[in-house]
């Protein structure tokens, strides 16, 4: 344990910004965070880690220490996995080469659910260029801004409820490593994997036990428990295996900006359990604001 945490909580360690599907700068969501009262936060942008630089200049800025983190995507069979790294060096090669291989493929396949799209809607690519920053790694929440621009679905969650749900024959997949390659990248660059929101009720369900056991025998630092997405009752089974296997448990917001209803500082991480995440990583240094 670290003897003397220079952080001090609320910690909220699941924000992201329009580097990814956020709809806020990297500075704004440190400021909106700090804001709503969280004192150290973590910016986890969908497979990238551009935002870095602009959030720590605000968060020292603010006063709030900072958290370097990403979302990276991962795919057990039909299933998305969502694995939290950080602390990681940003500048391991591998774990590059993979977030650069999700970006290039997500581009496609969103050109190709647009094009699937225009079959039926007043809808171009274009219009979803206009709702992305240039680097922004691009997903379905970009398209859902542009069916609200053209005046075709009200708010993100109307989309993904409709035309954005694989349902409806429009949805087309993107590549990701499965869930061992993704814990196995983030470990090997010297962070800390967490797998997000492991147990949703609607999205994808969970993963199988076994896999969860062979992500821990890989280096799985622990669990993202307190979401709001997250069933009671798996939040429970998650706790068992947490306390069975001493693992980190983690609560945070998801904050999206006007994307998604999730406020900064909604759920929060222990004081302890950062101190775990900062103990363990060894990729990159937090940046601890001074108490
Ligand atoms: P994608 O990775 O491109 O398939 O899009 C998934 C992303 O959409 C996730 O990162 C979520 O943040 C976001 N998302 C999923 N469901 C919703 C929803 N109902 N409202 C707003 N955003 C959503
Ligand atoms: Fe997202
Ligand atoms: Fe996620
Ligand atoms: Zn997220």
């Known amino acids: 344990m670290t003897d003397c945490p220079r952080f001090t909580g609320p910690n909220d360690l699941h924000l992201h910004s329009n580097h990814s599907d956020g709809t806020q700068s990297p500075a704004e969501v440190v400021r909106q965070a700090h804001a709503h009262g969280v004192r150290t936060l973590a910016l986890t942008d969908h497979d990238r880690t551009t935002g870095w630089g602009e959030a720590s200049r605000e968060a020292a800025q603010q006063g ?153 025998d890989e280096g799985l630092g622990g669990f993202e428990i307190d979401h709001r997405e997250n069933t009671d009752e798996g939040k429970r089974m998650l706790h068992g295996i947490a306390v069975e296997h001493d693992l980190i448990v983690t609560g945070s917001s998801d904050y999206h900006g006007a994307g998604k209803p999730n406020l900064p500082g909604e759920n929060t991480t222990a004081d302890a359990m950062l101190a775990r995440i900062i103990d363990r990583a060894t990729g990159t240094p937090p940046q601890l604001a001074d108490a």
Request: charge should be negative; proline fraction near 6%; aromatic fraction near 6%.
């Open 64 to 216: 709030v220490s900072f958290i370097p983190g990403i979302e990276l995507s991962a795919k057990h069979e039909w299933r998305s996995v969502h694995v939290l790294g950080y602390l990681f060096d940003p500048e391991n090669a591998a774990l590059q080469d993979e977030t650069r291989r999700i970006r290039e493929d997500r581009m496609g396949r969103a050109e190709r659910i647009v094009r699937n799209i225009a079959r039926d809607y007043d809808l171009t690519w274009e219009d979803v260029l206009t709702q992305t920053t240039k680097d922004a790694t691009v997903g379905r929440p970009h398209i859902a801004d542009a069916l609200v621009a053209r005046g075709i679905v009200r708010d993100r969650g109307e989309a993904f409820d409709g035309i954005l749900h694989p349902r409806e024959g429009y949805y087309e997949p993107h590549y990701a490593p499965d869930p061992l390659t993704a814990v196995r990248l983030i470990t090997r660059a010297g962070g800390v994997a967490v797998i997000a929101h492991p147990v949703t009720a609607g999205r994808d369900r969970m993963m199988p036990l076994a896999l969860i056991e062979q992500l821990i």
